[in-house]
């Protein structure tokens, strides 16, 4: 059974950075494409970043040139690091694998059974 645990959320000023982190056992993040995932309250769930077992990573627009996903595979573990962050990317976020290499939209849209806690990220301005 594959689980994932978040940490590394946490309070921080307009413009600060921090580097959530996402530890997985159950599978070898070698063979994933790791996802990022934010939930603000009354919003939608957003795809934020996929960082693909080959090497190519894709980014939401709203977080391009901000956000960096990273991955250490003798820790089996991924980071998120966040820099410049703004009082709109306050969410729980959320990683995911996926073995299947879907595309972005098909990560975006697709329906999981179930979700870790996640790590908050707060923002103040």
């Known amino acids: 059974q594959v689980q994932l645990v978040e940490s590394g959320g946490g309070l921080v000023q307009a413009g600060g950075p921090l580097r959530p982190s996402c530890a997985v056992s159950?599978?070898?993040?070698?063979?994933?494409?790791m996802a990022w995932y934010r939930r603000a309250p009354g919003q939608q769930r957003e795809l934020v970043a996929a960082?693909?077992?080959?090497?190519?990573?894709h980014y939401a627009v709203a977080v391009q040139g901000r956000f960096t996903a990273t991955r250490d595979n003798a820790k089996n573990t991924v980071y998120l690091q966040m820099n410049s962050l703004r009082p709109e990317d306050m969410a729980v976020y959320c990683c995911?694998?996926?073995?299947?290499?879907?595309?972005?939209?098909?990560?975006?849209?697709?329906?999981?059974?179930?979700w870790g806690q996640g790590t908050q990220v707060t923002v103040s301005s």
């Open positions: 995911k694998a996926d073995p299947l290499s879907a595309g972005w939209t098909d990560l975006g849209n697709y329906e999981y059974d179930s």
């Open positions: 159950g599978t070898t993040i070698g063979i994933n494409t």
């Open positions: 960082d693909s077992a080959g090497g190519n990573t």
